[in-house]
């Protein structure tokens, strides 16, 4: 539930980017920086309520992570600005297909038959979209896009490794591509004719997708997490069709449907073996003889 809340919440992005019209670098560092200030203000609050010390960035993964995040904000906002809005979210797509074979090479995850099952219908509804609806952009948009699934991939396996609590790290590491922008204003001034949608963008919506993705791989793996990323890659575009009136065609729709029923399924099942081997487990306790 906490990674679903997250993904939906990270639908929203690029329709509240494209919602406030601005120039690149201004959106991208006042979105940033609205999230490394929301960062630090729960982290004190959570400081003075817990009464005890709350790490920001847990240790030498914590940074590795934060690095990846923080650059991947930079090609994320690149990529949105130079290709189409369907270019990027199918290439991000892949954020699960590039977590599950790090996490096969670096961790030894072998991912289960059932999740190797569900990314191949995902492929399959993907096939689906790209054939129908991915339209030829610009190469470096294109390029901007698959760095970003893959730094996203790189931070979960890392994330997944430590087991450390990453929710707060994305958020703070997200004054670094706030501080590019900045330096590459144009003019040194913001450009941005509806800001209330960025400011939005950045001290509620971004803050809260990003503290669940980053929480989701302390309880799941790594192509779990980044399946839950595939619901941008749905539901942004049908933001963008009904803000914008871009619609998407049948064929798009029933290659979104192919993922939404793959992720559904195959989250049914996850909670249905861990409930069957928990009950499994209880019987085994109670059966198990007791010594004085």
């Known amino acids: 539930m906490i990674t679903a809340v997250g993904g939906l919440a990270l639908s929203f992005d690029i329709p509240l980017i494209r919602s406030a019209h601005g120039e690149v670098w201004s959106l991208l560092a006042v979105r940033s920086i609205a999230t490394f200030l929301v960062a630090m203000t729960i982290w004190s609050v959570l400081r003075l309520l817990l009464r005890r010390p709350l790490a920001l960035i847990p240790g030498p993964a914590g940074l590795a992570a934060g690095v990846l995040y923080g650059i991947n904000s930079l090609t994320f906002m690149l990529a949105v600005f130079n290709t189409t809005t369907a270019n990027v979210v199918f290439i991000l797509a892949f954020t699960s297909m590039f977590a599950a074979l790090l996490s096969w090479l670096f961790l030894g995850e072998r991912p289960s038959n059932a999740t190797l099952a569900t990314m191949a219908a995902m492929v399959c509804g993907i096939a689906l979209i790209v054939h129908d609806g991915l339209e030829s952009g610009n190469f470096f948009g294109d390029a901007m896009a698959a760095c970003s ?4 991939a790189s931070a979960i396996t890392i994330s997944r490794k430590s087991g450390a609590d ?4 994305p958020l703070v590491t997200a004054i670094v591509p ?6 590459m204003l144009p ?4 450009q941005i004719e509806q800001p209330a949608f960025i400011l939005f963008n950045g001290l509620v919506m971004i803050p809260l997708a ?11 793996s790594a192509p779990e997490v980044g399946m839950f990323y595939l619901l941008e890659t749905v539901l942004a575009p049908i933001w963008v069709w009904i803000v914008f009136a871009e619609q998407p065609s049948s064929q798009t729709l029933v290659g979104g449907t192919i993922l939404i029923l793959a992720l559904l399924c195959h989250s049914l099942w996850q909670m249905r073996s861990k409930a069957k081997a928990a009950r499994l487990q209880a019987t085994c306790a109670v059966a ?5």
């Open 149 to 152: 699934a893959l730094l996203l």
């Open 166 to 169: 990453m929710g707060f790290v």
């Open 178 to 183: 706030g501080l590019a922008g900045l330096l």
């Open 187 to 190: 003019g040194g001034t913001l």
């Open 210 to 220: 990003f503290w669940c993705l980053a929480t989701g791989p302390r309880y799941l």
């Open 288 to 292: 198990a003889p007791t010594h004085p």
